[in-house]
């Protein structure tokens, strides 16, 4: 497949990332040098917080560009390029409709770190541990000081439809409630996903659509697969993302990924 590719994005849990939520580094630093060669551009989107996706590629970090909090934060080699502050009303009317709807634990996702409250379980916690490299406990999310940009919690996968349905009443398009695969719920900005930054990047690279390509598995996931003009979902990915991208490739657990991204730099 010989195209002018010039970027490629891929999410990170059940993406890029296999179940053990590690990837063949050897291979993609072999594929990330080409793609340097050929002045393409890799972009990691993902719903995570920015120093957990720097973790992933310490290495590289200031060779590429970072879509975190589901876009509400874009840091494009090393240098911030977007943050998007929900604000302190929205974010307390968040805080209520989550603590009154059920005891589940939930992640107030701020710039400069992850809090959750003090009572949480300490399952819970190292649960979240593995998603939000920092994280804090705090006795009262009123003394939170910082940009906030989602919310992050998680149920029994079949209750996802009646959380979402819930949120939806409660947050009165203030914030929208997206899955992001495995039980998680997400709260987010309006109009904030990862498809509003790559069109961002686009715009910025001087980009088409058709240069770009995209891998995803979850629904907030979407955005970002009908943003690009080569569009993949994962196997293992949802229903809804497979119907939204162009292509579906093998799952998380496979090479699929990384055969693709050779296929398309055309080595």
Request: aromatic letters at 12%; proline letters at 2%.
């Amino acid at each position: 497949m010989k195209k002018d590719i010039k970027m490629i994005a891929v999410d990170m849990d059940g993406t890029f990332l296999n179940k053990d939520m590690v990837y063949d580094k050897e291979r993609f630093f072999q594929l990330f040098s080409k793609m340097k060669e050929k002045g393409i551009q890799f972009v990691a989107a993902s719903g995570n917080q920015f120093p957990q996706l720097q973790a992933y590629f310490k290495e590289v970090e200031p060779e590429i560009t970072f879509v975190a909090e589901n876009g509400a934060y874009v840091i494009e080699k090393g240098k911030e390029l977007y943050s998007a502050d929900m604000g302190k009303e929205v974010a307390n009317q968040a805080i209520a409709s989550l603590v009154a709807y059920s005891d589940n634990p939930f992640v107030v996702c701020g710039k400069n770190t992850g809090y959750v409250h003090e009572d949480i379980d300490d399952a819970y916690f190292e649960m979240f541990k593995k998603y939000y490299r920092k994280l804090v406990k705090i006795d009262d999310f009123n003394k939170i000081d910082d940009v906030i940009f989602k919310f992050a919690t998680t149920f029994h996968e079949d209750e996802v439809p009646e959380v979402m349905d819930y949120l939806t009443g409660e947050m009165n398009g203030h914030l929208s409630p997206v899955s992001s695969g495995y039980g998680f719920v997400d709260l987010i900005q309006p109009g904030i996903h990862k498809g509003r930054a790559i069109k961002q990047l686009q715009e910025k690279w001087n980009l088409s659509e058709d240069q770009c390509v995209a891998f995803g598995d979850s629904q907030n996931d979407t955005e970002m697969l009908k943003q690009v003009g080569h569009s993949f979902a994962m196997g293992n990915a949802d229903e809804v993302v497979k119907k939204a991208a162009k292509n579906v490739i093998g799952n998380n657990n496979t090479q699929s990924l990384m055969d693709k991204m050779e296929e398309l730099i055309g080595i």
